[in-house]
Structures are given as C-alpha cells and as structure tokens.
C-alpha cells in the first residue's frame, strides 16, 4: 500500500519560497515521482518530476527556473523547492507516483500517475 502526505504549503509573498515536501510509505524507491497542482476552477496541471534515482528531471515551462524537484530515497521523501513564487503559483500542490522508474512519453500527464496525495495548499499574495 502506498501513501503519500504533502506537507509545507502555506502563506507566502510574491517573490518568496516556499518547500514543499512528500512523505512516502511504502516502495515508491523506484518510482517516478511528481508534483502537480490544482488553481480553484482550473484543470490539474503537470509540475515537475522525477526518476528514480534522482538523475532526471522536468518541468513545466511556467516554473522552469524558478521550482526544483528533489528526493531523498532513504527518507522516501520528495522535495518541491519553489522560489520566485508569484501569485499565479497559487493552487493546491499534489504529490504522485507513477510505477515507471524513468520517464515515459506522458510523463506530464496525470493519467500516467496511480498514485497521489491530498494535496497541500500554496497561496501566493501580491
């Protein structure tokens, strides 16, 4: 059984960072992991993700340069460190796993995920 838990959201300001965090149980090690999010009355949208091992990564084009996906396997935990927030930003923030160790082609597309979170809330104000 796999369970994710966000944590870290929050209030922020325009410029501001914020890091976000999920908490894994069960063997996510070899699993792609992601992040997406949620504005009110918007479809979810693609974040960023992750391999397995860390050694590869993307981005939505809205956050590239500004966001960094990471993950720590022993603590089986993953990272969404967000800088540069602006108020566009502001959603609620899903963690989800897929079962592929690496990449595949919808890799940006929720169906490609089984397993989520409940998401945590960010809140960018101007």
């Known amino acids: 059984q796999i369970k994710l838990v966000e944590s870290g959201g929050g209030l922020a300001q325009a410029g501001g960072s914020l890091r976000l965090s999920c908490l894994a149980s069960?063997?996510?090690?070899?699993?792609?992991m992601a992040w997406f999010r949620q504005a009110p009355g918007k479809d979810r949208e693609f974040v960023a993700a992750?391999?397995?091992?860390?050694?590869?990564?993307r981005y939505a084009d809205s956050v590239k340069g500004r966001f960094t996906i990471s993950r720590d396997n022993a603590k089986i935990t993953v990272y969404l460190q967000m800088s540069s927030l602006k108020p566009e930003d502001t959603a609620v923030y899903y963690c989800?796993?897929?079962?592929?160790?690496?990449?595949?082609?919808?890799?940006?597309?929720?169906?490609?995920?089984?397993?989520w979170g409940q998401g945590t809330q960010v809140t960018v104000s101007s």
């Open positions: 989800a796993a897929s079962q592929s160790a690496y990449f595949s082609a919808d890799y940006n597309r929720d169906q490609n995920y089984i397993y």
């Open positions: 069960g063997r996510v090690r070899y699993y792609t």
């Open positions: 992750i391999t397995w091992s860390g050694a590869y990564t």
